[in-house]
């Protein structure tokens, strides 16, 4: 799915508007390992994940990496807290894969919203999808056993499967590399 297709799912725009949505937009490229937001680093931009995989990680208190959120082709990630509070990332993003990003800055995205006033319609509702699945990620972390987790998401996220290291899976759920090997064999 392109960008524009993307887009068309929530608003319309014409082409001339659309030219001016991308005009916002600055496109980078990430090779794996390399990071879109820097631990400490104040986010300064919403990144659609144009083509790649992502990881958004922190710190546990005893130093352990811990997987938050992981985004793939046609999604939209950021540090929101920093991005809109101006503070400091305690976040990573980084890239599992190589991917190609467009970049929106908070200034960009003012502008932008006040240019095509309906483009604040589509991040609304990217929003509201965003905050969907994460109060499914709640529920089911506060209703599930480990193991039910697990097959929820390599049922529901399949792509995922294909792209994400099982370590890294296992930090996202919170068990071990192990543990999921022992399901693995299970099933």
């Given at each position: 799915m392109s960008l524009k297709e993307y887009v068309q799912r929530y608003i319309s725009l014409s082409e001339e508007e659309y030219t001016v949505f991308l005009s916002y937009l600055e496109t980078k490229s990430f090779a794996p390992g390399t990071q879109l937001l820097a631990y400490e680093e104040r986010c300064q931009?919403?990144?659609?994940?144009?083509?790649?995989?992502?990881?958004?990680?922190?710190?546990?208190?005893?130093?352990k990496e811990q997987i938050y959120h992981f985004g793939i082709d046609n999604w939209w990630i950021s540090n929101y807290e920093s991005l809109l509070n101006d503070t400091p990332s305690h976040l990573v993003i980084e890239a599992i894969e190589l991917t190609e990003v467009y970049c929106l800055t908070l200034d960009k995205?003012?502008?932008?919203?006040?240019?095509?006033?309906?483009?604040?319609?589509?991040?609304?509702?990217?929003?509201?999808?965003?905050?969907?699945a994460?109060?499914?990620?709640?529920?089911?972390?506060?209703?599930?056993?480990?193991?039910?987790?697990?097959?929820?998401?390599?049922?529901?996220?399949?792509?995922?499967?294909?792209?994400?290291p099982q370590y890294m899976l296992a930090s996202y759920l919170g068990v071990t590399p192990e543990f999921i090997s022992k399901i693995r064999s299970k099933m």
């Amino acid at each position: 799915m392109s960008l524009k297709e993307y887009v068309q799912r929530y608003i319309s725009l014409s082409e001339e508007e659309y030219t001016v949505f991308l005009s916002y937009l600055e496109t980078k490229s990430f090779a794996p390992g390399t990071q879109l937001l820097a631990y400490e680093e104040r986010c300064q931009s919403r990144f659609y994940i144009k083509k790649g995989c992502v990881r958004m990680y922190g710190y546990t208190e005893k130093g352990k990496e811990q997987i938050y959120h992981f985004g793939i082709d046609n999604w939209w990630i950021s540090n929101y807290e920093s991005l809109l509070n101006d503070t400091p990332s305690h976040l990573v993003i980084e890239a599992i894969e190589l991917t190609e990003v467009y970049c929106l800055t908070l200034d960009k995205f003012e502008q932008l919203c006040q240019q095509l006033p309906k483009t604040e319609r589509l991040f609304r509702m990217v929003m509201e999808r965003a905050y969907m699945a994460f109060q499914k990620r709640l529920e089911f972390l506060f209703s599930l056993s480990s193991e039910e987790q697990y097959r929820h998401f390599i049922e529901v996220n399949a792509a995922f499967t294909q792209r994400v290291p099982q370590y890294m899976l296992a930090s996202y759920l919170g068990v071990t590399p192990e543990f999921i090997s022992k399901i693995r064999s299970k099933m």
